[in-house]
């Protein structure tokens, strides 16, 4: 009597499975209401590389390009100051306050960096940072004016990197602009090099 009771409750049981199993797999039907921002909801995707110059006449305002300030993952941030104009130094001056964002160098870096500095900045300020790189010679180079000595000299080893990166970045005095030569995180790189042999 026990085995038939568990057999009609397992029948009762499947039977009760089925009936719910077969009105769920039924069409749904459902109103959505109202979407607050339907571009998000239903995205529009469109091929990178097609012709999008009709979007305007559908009410699409798409213009290939990213939203203005967004820096592409893995680049750095830009420099806030641009070069000056003749005569002026107001951004010279407030580059004092932009931080290297580079705060150390590891082993494998100092010595591209090292590379760097020999080959764009060595040739005038020397392979000891002292002002007498083969440019100058002690006066017998083929340039009359000594070079900034980077170790040694109190006005340079006290100037703030971001000082010395807008130098780099656009030039100053009679040293020209390294911004085609380096990109930014290779001048950062310079920099710190130099601020690491100032403080030996």
Known sequence: MNKKNNINKSLLLTIAMAVV???????????????????????????????????????IHY????????????????????????????????????PNPIDSLNDKEVVEAERLYLINCGICHGAKLDGNGPLYKDGNGPYAAKPATLVGDAKYENMPAGQMFY?????????????????????WMIIKYIKNKQKK
């Open 21 to 59: 199993a077969l009105t769920s797999c039924d069409d749904v039907k459902r109103t959505p209401g109202k979407i607050y921002m339907p571009d998000m909801a239903y995205s529009r995707a469109y091929e990178s590389y097609a012709d999008h110059s009709n979007l305007t006449e559908k009410g």
């Open 63 to 98: 213009d290939n390009l990213p939203v203005e300030g967004t820096i592409a993952r893995g680049k750095e941030m830009p420099f806030p100051y641009a070069k000056d104009k003749a005569g002026d130094t107001i951004n010279y001056n407030a580059s004092k306050l932009v």
């Open 167 to 187: 130098s780099v970045a656009y030039g100053k005095n009679l040293m020209g602009a390294y911004a085609s030569q380096l990109n930014k995180r290779q001048r």
